[in-house]
């Protein structure tokens, strides 16, 4: 969850920010040490950030003499002498910068060489794996997707797969993001996946030969009503974010698209220029877009302006959540504050800073909290963190009790973080359990596996299809079967007492998986917005936003109108 501005040597750097190397200093007794010293030693870790900055008078190497680096070489010494346990001193190494940052701020990380590469591949748009969508399901790593044309999909494996093991490895206890790390990896590298397949009575390995993947920001785009496009901008801010996504509008205005509803929903952020450029799209020239300043004397201040002169003059409505955070939050911020978009949604995450990545020695590299930024109206989004552990900062409320900021723009007092919609609109809370028990079914049901229901075996998926509403119809034969199914899988958790009610959300959630297995999750997901209680609020708020969009023709670019 991160906006970035870059540093990789060899590159133009953004905002004047200078190229920044790392050397270990003659004389210290590990990396470690020498991580700390230049730490401690007053910013020499940063010196080369701006080229008018001091760097330290003392050599870096000399700040051994230093009362703090001295503890911390004797806690050292004296781990490595009587420890009850054998010394990995890379993992210690990276425990303790990881402490030191993490006692900063939540988001300045040290990255090793694997974790430093991937992040690099995501921002150029690619990276190297196979071309599958795995995630948690009832306690196991299961195949959500396939990607058309890519590895996964060459070698057969199939949706409703579940990894048994990736390289002999036991894939027992994974979360997604373990499940990720064994399938990335180079180019032409080979490996071995072993599923249990629904209907085959043994597992099932496939050998997969890696390769580039693409890593999009828009992830899907169509008309969802006639006249009402949808971008699904939920990958990130990459290198190629801003031209995705004007390929993608011109796409649509094609098939007619004459508002348009985008979504930043669940989208994690990225680099800081694109987030400019992506605003830029919708912003005449000389509207500001975003502020960004730094510590006195360490970072040059910045204000970032459109300089876009034919701007798209589309309705706009931005869908937002608790997931949208960073980049996202930038431009959110930029249309809400310019009065030039509705948001519909939930407050967004509220991440008010920015990094700069630094590459280090051996691949491995940091990414260093360096300023924070503003909302044209002045706003500082960035949620409390000071007292906060990690895991409430980032999946709870993530405020002390009681906190509160003054919102410029709406001129209210309200919970720290975040940008809040101009609609509010919650969703209710998603039962995992059904949500969980419906894939369960599914995906045997789609392997011709349920008794009686003959008619939904997929054999394979027809990558761009266009749904026309009648594709495999969930009628009561399908829920008595869904119905049946939970009572012989008792594990699953699910009684008659918990379908209560839920007659609407199971038809949804049952076809929109048997939909994803006939014709991939791209459709799926087209098929769920159309349901989805925020896309259709913000359908109905377009007659206001297009009342905003012509009230913001009778003002100057920056002008303050209310």
């Known amino acids: 969850m991160g906006i970035w501005t870059k540093q990789w040597m060899g590159r133009e750097p953004m905002a004047g920010v200078g190229r920044v190397s790392v050397s270990w200093g003659e004389g210290m007794r590990s990396p470690l040490l020498a991580v700390l010293v230049l730490a401690l030693g007053g910013g020499a870790l940063v010196g080369g950030l701006l080229g008018d900055v001091p760097m330290p008078t003392k050599p870096s190497y000399e700040m051994a003499d230093n009362p703090p680096v001295r503890d911390f070489a004797r806690v050292m010494e004296l781990v490595g002498e009587n420890s009850a346990f054998e010394l990995d001193r890379d993992r210690l190494m990276?425990?303790?910068?990881?402490?030191?940052?993490?006692?900063?701020?939540?988001?300045?990380?040290?990255?090793?060489?694997?974790?430093?590469?991937?992040?690099?591949?995501?921002?150029?748009?690619?990276?190297?794996?196979?071309?599958?969508?795995?995630?948690?399901?009832?306690?196991?790593?299961?195949?959500?997707?396939?990607?058309?044309?890519?590895?996964?999909?060459?070698?057969?494996?199939?949706?409703?797969?579940?990894?048994?093991?990736?390289?002999?490895?036991?894939?027992?206890?994974?979360?997604?993001?373990?499940?990720?790390?064994?399938?990335?990896?180079?180019?032409?590298?080979?490996?071995?996946?072993?599923?249990?397949?629904?209907?085959?009575?043994?597992?099932?390995?496939?050998?997969?030969?890696?390769?580039?993947?693409?890593?999009?920001?828009?992830?899907?785009?169509?008309?969802?009503?006639?006249?009402?496009?949808?971008?699904?901008?939920?990958?990130?801010?990459?290198?190629?974010?801003?031209?995705?996504?004007?390929?993608?509008?011109?796409?649509?205005?094609?098939?007619?698209?004459?508002?348009?509803?985008?979504?930043?929903?669940?989208?994690?952020?990225?680099?800081?220029?694109?987030?400019?450029?992506?605003?830029?799209?919708?912003?005449?020239?000389?509207?500001?877009?975003?502020?960004?300043?730094?510590?006195?004397?360490?970072?040059?201040?910045?204000?970032?302006?459109?300089?876009?002169?034919?701007?798209e003059m589309l309705p706009l409505v931005v869908l937002i959540n608790g997931e949208t955070a960073s980049a996202s939050e930038i431009v959110a911020a930029a249309m809400q504050d310019s009065h030039r978009a509705l948001l519909v949604g939930e407050e967004s995450f509220g991440k008010g800073l920015v990094q700069t990545i630094y590459p280090l020695r051996a691949g491995t590299g940091l990414t260093l909290t360096t300023a924070k930024y503003f909302t044209p109206n002045g706003r500082s989004i960035q949620r409390p963190y000071n007292g906060v552990g990690n895991y409430d900062y980032f999946t709870k409320e993530g405020a002390p009790k009681g906190a509160t900021r003054n919102s410029r723009n709406h001129g209210e007092r309200h919970k720290a973080g975040g940008i809040r919609p101009d609609v509010l609109v919650a969703l209710p809370d998603l039962d995992i359990r059904l949500r969980d028990g419906c894939f369960e079914f599914v995906r045997r049901l789609v392997a011709g596996q349920i008794p009686g229901l003959a008619d939904y075996l997929v054999k394979e998926v027809q990558y761009g299809y266009q749904l026309r509403g009648g594709e495999y119809p969930i009628n009561d034969q399908v829920l008595a079967a869904f119905r049946q199914f939970l009572r012989e899988h008792p594990e699953l958790q699910i009684g008659e007492r918990d379908l209560i009610g839920s007659a609407e959300f199971l038809r949804r959630r049952i076809r929109a998986e048997v939909i994803t297995a006939a014709y991939g999750i791209e459709a799926a997901e087209q098929y769920l917005i159309e349901s989805d209680p925020q896309a259709i609020r913000a359908v109905e708020e377009i007659p206001r936003a297009r009342q905003m969009l012509d009230r913001a023709k009778l003002f100057p670019a920056g002008a303050e109108h209310q």
Do not use: C
Request: glycine residues 12%; without cysteine.
């Open 94 to 311: 990276r425990g303790a910068v990881q402490g030191m940052l993490h006692a900063l701020d939540p988001h300045s990380n040290f990255f090793d060489r694997r974790d430093f590469s991937e992040m690099q591949d995501e921002q150029s748009s690619r990276f190297y794996g196979i071309g599958v969508t795995v995630n948690r399901r009832n306690g196991r790593i299961y195949v959500l997707g396939v990607s058309e044309g890519m590895p996964a999909a060459r070698a057969g494996l199939r949706y409703g797969d579940a990894i048994v093991s990736v390289d002999g490895v036991s894939a027992t206890g994974w979360e997604q993001s373990d499940a990720l790390k064994f399938v990335r990896g180079e180019r032409g590298t080979e490996v071995r996946i072993t599923v249990e397949r629904a209907g085959e009575p043994n597992p099932v390995t496939v050998r997969i030969l890696r390769d580039e993947v693409p890593f999009p920001s828009v992830r899907n785009g169509f008309i969802l009503q006639p006249g009402v496009g949808y971008i699904e901008l939920t990958g990130g801010f990459n290198q190629g974010t801003t031209e995705e996504l004007r390929e993608a509008i011109t796409k649509l205005k094609g098939q007619g698209m004459e508002a348009l509803l985008l979504d930043l929903r669940r989208n994690p952020g990225g680099l800081l220029k694109q987030a400019v450029q992506v605003s830029e799209t919708f912003l005449p020239k000389g509207a500001e877009v975003v502020s960004v300043r730094g510590r006195s004397g360490r970072y040059r201040d910045q204000v970032y302006r459109s300089e876009n002169e034919q701007p």
